[in-house]
C-alpha cells in the first residue's frame, strides 16, 4: 500500500512533490508515468502519440495498480482520474489533491513534452479541470494548494497530513 498518491492537473507539482515527501519519510517515489515507460519502452508522450489515449488510459491503470504495492509515494498522471478502474483504486488510498491557480499551472507546463494539452495550453487546461474536478474532490481525502515554491508545498502537505492524522 503506499503511503501516499498524489492527483492533480499538469504542472501542479506531482512528481516534485512525490520526491521531496519521500526524502523527508525516507521511502521511494513513484511516478506512474515512469512506470509506463519502462513497460513500453518509450515515454508516455510519445506512447500516447502513437497509440491513442484510450490504450494510454489501459496502461496508466496497471502502473497504477503496481505503483500502489509499493511503500512509495505516488505521483499519477494529471489525466488518472477520467477512468473508474482508477478512481476506485485512489479511494481505497490516502490520495491528495494537489491544486493551484491556472496561472501558475501555466508558467510551470511551458517545457516539456504534452501531448494532451495541445497548442493552447490555457484552453486546454481550463478544459481539464472542468472535467476532471468533481472527480479529484471524489477520489482524494486531502486537497492543499501548491502555489508557491516546492518547500512551501511540502510544508502545507505535512501540516495537512499532520492535522488529520490520529
Known amino acids: ?35 509506463i ?3 513500453t519502452g518509450m515515454s508516455t508522450a510519445r506512447y500516447l502519440r502513437e497509440q491513442g489515449e484510450a490504450a494510454f ?21 494529471a489525466g488518472v482520474v477520467t477512468t473508474r478502474a482508477a ?3 485512489l479511494e481505497r488510498e490516502v490520495t491528495l489533491w494537489l491544486d493551484c491557480d491556472d496561472e501558475t ?10 501531448p494532451l494539452l495541445g497548442d493552447d495550453h490555457r484552453h486546454a487546461l481550463g478544459v481539464m479541470r472542468t472535467q476532471r474536478e468533481a472527480w479529484y474532490r471524489s477520489s482524494a ?4 494548494d501548491a502555489s508557491g515554491t516546492a518547500d512551501e508545498v511540502l510544508g502545507r502537505v505535512l501540516q495537512e497530513i499532520e492535522r488529520v492524522s490520529p
Open 141 to 144: 481525502r486531502l486537497r492543499v
Open 1 to 35: 500500500m503506499a503511503r501516499l498518491v498524489l492527483v492533480g492537473l499538469p504542472g501542479v507539482g506531482k512528481t516534485t512533490l512525490a520526491s521531496a515527501l519521500a526524502a523527508h519519510w525516507g521511502c521511494d517515489a513513484l511516478d506512474t508515468d515512469d512506470v
Open 105 to 114: 499551472l501555466l508558467s510551470r507546463v511551458r517545457e516539456g513534452d504534452r
Open 57 to 77: 488510459r489501459q496502461r496508466e491503470i496497471e502502473a497504477l495498480r503496481r505503483a500502489l504495492e509499493s511503500d512509495a509515494v505516488v505521483a499519477t498522471g
Open 87 to 89: 478512481r476506485e483504486l
Open 37 to 39: 515507460a519502462e513497460s
